[in-house]
């Protein structure tokens, strides 16, 4: 009898572990599954990284106190950036798509996530480098002083290589090397395709598309020696282009004429002029050596004829 009753007790162990394990592994997994709480994964930050950097640039968070950038750092809303009239800076997405800032430009990041890229340039120039991409757009508001919330000029992608410029006071221009670009203002709206430009002036509409000038415009009149220390550099360059004078970046009129006071110690000096179009194009003019001593008087007197004594 005994063989009978040791093999009842082993298939009532052999059950019982059974049971045990279905317990473990079906009844206890499904309530822990279903009463765990479940980890939410955050999505990760969009931001802007500074990629190439040349002094001076300075960024400020939403305290809105600016300080040296570095190399690395990131941009995200409502931080600002800004370069010297030396200094460049260039914004790298995800993506590869690319903004640099060129020298004395400023600018703001609006908003930014994986459907939308908004930045704001308030003076200066970008060249932007947008990869192709039908599920995202990027805009750059060109911010005109005085407009309400939305109503600035705006240039808008979903893929383009193009340059954007504002001097300040609400003229901006647009230019495109790959791709297409609407530009809108008051209502309107331009699309700028490979190789052509459009310009807006303030509180007006975008004009109609024109090709890229084969080659940019920059004449220069030069002082002549002077007994003075402060001359004046004028000339006259395309509409829309951007000019320094001695490194310093100076107001064009909308007629492209330009003028300047530049200082300068005694002594002979050589004074360079820089033009930038809306393509992005660059051309410098250098004057002869020009001459400033104030002990010497360099204006021509007419002779005095008249006889001495009478």
Request: hydrophobic fraction near 40%; proline fraction near 8%; aromatic fraction near 4%.
């Amino acid at each position: 009898m005994k063989g009978p009753l040791a093999v009842g007790a082993a298939v009532v162990v052999a059950l019982s572990a059974i049971g045990i394990s279905y317990w473990a592994f079906f009844v206890r997994g499904e309530r822990e599954s279903t009463t765990a709480t479940p980890r939410a994964t955050a999505p990760a930050a969009v931001t802007l990284t500074l990629s190439e950097l040349v002094p001076p640039v300075e960024i400020a968070g939403a305290d809105g106190k600016f300080h040296p950038a570095r190399l690395g750092d990131t941009l995200a809303p409502p931080m600002r950036i800004r370069t010297g009239d030396a200094g460049s800076a260039v914004l790298r997405a995800a993506d590869g798509s690319t903004v640099k800032l060129l020298g004395g430009t400023t600018a703001r990041v609006e908003s930014l996530s994986r459907e939308l890229e908004r930045l704001s340039l308030g003076e200066g120039m970008v060249e932007a480098d947008v990869r192709d991409d039908p599920g995202r757009l990027v805009q750059l508001d060109l911010d005109e002083p005085g407009a309400a919330p939305g109503a600035s000029p705006a240039a808008r992608t979903r893929g383009a290589a193009f340059v954007a410029s504002t001097d300040g006071s609400g003229r901006s221009a647009v230019a495109t090397r790959r791709g297409e670009v609407i530009l809108s203002a008051r209502g309107k709206e331009v699309i700028v395709h490979t190789g052509e430009y459009a310009r807006v002036g303030p509180g007006e509409r975008p004009g109609a598309p024109s090709p890229i000038p084969g080659s940019l415009f920059l004449k220069v009149a030069w002082p002549s020696a002077s007994r003075v220390r402060t001359v004046v550099v004028a000339g006259e360059t395309q509409p829309g282009a951007r000019v320094a004078v001695q490194g310093r970046f100076v107001r064009v009129a909308p007629d492209g004429k330009y003028r300047a006071e530049v200082s300068l110690d005694e002594g002979t000096h050589q004074l360079a002029v820089d033009a930038t179009d809306v393509a992005g194009r660059t051309k410098r003019e250098r004057s002869p050596p020009i001459l400033i001593d104030t002990s010497t008087d360099f204006q021509a007197h007419p002779p005095d004829w008249r006889h001495k004594g009478n």
